[in-house]
């Protein structure tokens, strides 16, 4: 069953006047969030105890909107309640995926939690800061917030290189241009087609003759070993001629390692 159904389903269950919210809404809206087995509504009167249906009570001024058919919280409200039960990094990848679907855009948002009040507002509005426009993926958005919480400078989201068509030639992830440095996650584990595999080797060579450096990070570099990661951009970063200041451990709140990774990023 969709999330669609599945919604409408849990709409009419709960009666008059409700609307969905939270994990629910964020999916309508094509957001990325952690899996919720419980379809989210909000509405007033007694909570009906229902399997597969988490309640939850309207707050004030609680933005409502209707989407595809559907009531249910507001994109941008969705994003703010969604910081009662997130983690940062979890929030900063829903306000990247939503920017991206163009719910709505980095500015807008700031904008938008910077008028909220309550217990997690702080949160919401550290995470909307730290959103930005034309992230791919969430894996790009974590290896991004890996690198800012250990304090290093933070790399150019979305670098595009068009031909003199102005086609689209290359887009790197992650970028320290200036330096002659990108930092790209990669979640393949092998060529999708030949026709791929070619225009790599070709990227590849062009790159070379730029003199860039493209550095690789996998998804173990990030759940497992997140040092080592930082261990690997630092290397690269003076070896281009970047100042690298000192570490914080804001990192390690964040990405925690596992026992085989190093201790400290060198």
Not at 36 to 57: L, M, W
Request: glycine share 8%.
């Amino acid at each position: 069953m969709t999330s669609n159904l599945m919604a409408e389903a849990a709409l009419l269950l709960a009666g008059q006047g409700c609307y969905v919210s939270h994990h629910t809404a964020a999916l309508l809206w094509g957001g990325v969030v952690p899996d919720d087995p419980d379809v989210h509504v909000t509405y007033r009167g007694p909570r009906a105890r229902c399997f597969g249906i988490a309640a939850h009570r309207p707050k004030k001024n609680q933005r409502v909107a209707t989407w595809r058919g559907i009531r249910t919280t507001s994109s941008l409200q969705t994003f703010l309640d969604m910081a009662q039960v997130l983690s940062l990094v979890d929030l900063v990848v829903l306000g990247d995926s939503l920017v991206k679907k163009k719910r709505f855009t980095p500015r807008e948002l700031v904008a938008f939690v910077m008028e909220a009040t309550g217990p997690h507002h702080r949160k919401a509005k550290r995470a909307a800061g730290l959103v930005r426009r034309g992230v791919d993926s969430p894996m790009e958005t974590r290896l991004r917030l890996l690198i800012v919480f250990a304090g290093l400078p933070e790399p150019t989201v979305d670098h595009r290189i068009h031909d003199a068509d102005g086609d689209l030639r290359y887009r790197f992830d992650l970028s320290y241009l200036k330096y002659g440095l990108i930092i790209e996650y990669d979640g393949r584990q092998h060529a999708e087609s030949t026709e791929q595999w070619h225009g790599d080797l070709d990227r590849d060579e062009q790159l070379d003759d730029w003199h860039i450096r493209r550095l690789v990070v996998v998804s173990s570099g990030i759940f497992n070993t997140p040092g080592k990661t930082l261990a690997r951009i630092t290397k690269a970063m003076r070896e281009r001629g970047m100042t690298v200041p000192p570490l914080s451990d804001e990192w390690r709140r964040h990405f925690p390692s596992r026992p085989w990774d190093v201790d400290v990023p060198a």
